[in-house]
């Protein structure tokens, strides 16, 4: 385990990363950013690290040697003393990430790429922490999610509701590249603004969100006399009888729990719900 120190430091950075010479030059970035920086470069050795130094952000790529990035994920958030330390999640092997792996909450920003971007990667940690000096970036990022409808009308039109970044950015291009109009609201205040202007053929709901839960957001689209006859599917990490029965009270078509399903699956729910 190696460790740098800036001349002035702002924020210490735990990178742990099996491809010396990427974590190498992406420390050398970060340092000439003014972080601090510590090298993990075995994945057995990782959760050690996070225990033993405070670290304000982890770079942590999801193949490594020992231990994947997944289990030391898992590891993190079941540990109290490190489950709020904000993860950036890359596979720079270009591998997809599988979200029914990943604790909901535990990623703030990934990256996947053959070929990543230090000066991109560096930017969005400057962005994440709130610093106005952004390192220019050799190519745009397409990490985002189109978030409203396009004006070809033979598409379905979703609307998603889901607070989760990563869930929302993998999922959303999926849903996109399906040949869907996406409209895509991370709370149910959003979500419920954006039917003013757009009557979607299905709803895709999640749970747990911040401010209203998606059970209060269900109550209200039922109603309005328009969205109450779009069907909706469930998308959650909920479970249990209880909620499922309150799901179908209020006439969901589908529930689904995210841990479960991979997201060709979802897809053909979402599918199936929108014919």
């Not at 993190?76 to 909450?105: C, D, E, W, Y």
């Not at 703030?108 to 220019?136: C, M, Q, W």
């Not at 895509?184 to 603004?193: F, L, Q, S």
């Amino acid at each position: 385990m190696d460790t740098y120190v800036p001349t002035t430091k702002y924020k210490t950075i735990l990178i742990i990363e099996s491809n010396i010479a990427f974590s190498e030059r992406l420390s050398i970035a970060l340092i000439k950013e003014g972080y601090r920086t510590i090298l993990v470069k075995n994945g057995s050795q990782a959760f050690e690290a996070i225990l033993n130094n405070a670290c304000d952000l982890i770079v942590l790529d999801i193949v490594l040697s020992g231990t994947d990035g997944y289990k030391i994920l898992q590891q993190k958030q079941a540990n109290t003393a490190s489950a709020s330390i904000p993860v950036f999640l890359l596979s720079i092997q270009g591998i997809p990430i599988n979200m029914t792996l990943i604790p909901r909450g535990s990623v703030v920003e990934f990256s996947i790429s053959i070929h990543p971007d230090l000066a991109d990667i560096v930017s969005r940690i400057n962005k994440y922490f709130g610093f106005t000096h952004n390192v220019p970036s050799s190519t745009t990022p397409d990490h985002g999610v189109v978030t409203r409808p396009s004006t070809e009308s033979h598409k379905k039109k979703i609307l998603w509701v889901e607070d989760d970044k990563l869930i929302g950015t993998i999922l959303g291009k999926k849903i996109i590249a399906s040949g869907f109009d996406l409209l895509h609201a991370t709370n149910g205040a959003d979500a419920i603004k954006a039917t003013k202007n757009f009557i979607p053929d299905a709803i895709v709901l999640d749970l747990m969100l911040p401010g209203m839960s998606g059970f209060e957001i269900l109550q209200k689209f039922k109603l309005d006399k328009q969205l109450s006859k779009v069907p909706v599917m469930i998308l959650s990490n909920l479970s249990k009888p209880s909620d499922i029965e309150k799901a179908k009270m209020l006439g969901v078509k589908e529930f689904f729990v995210k841990a479960t399903l991979s997201l060709d699956q979802i897809i053909a729910g979402i599918s199936g719900l929108s014919h």
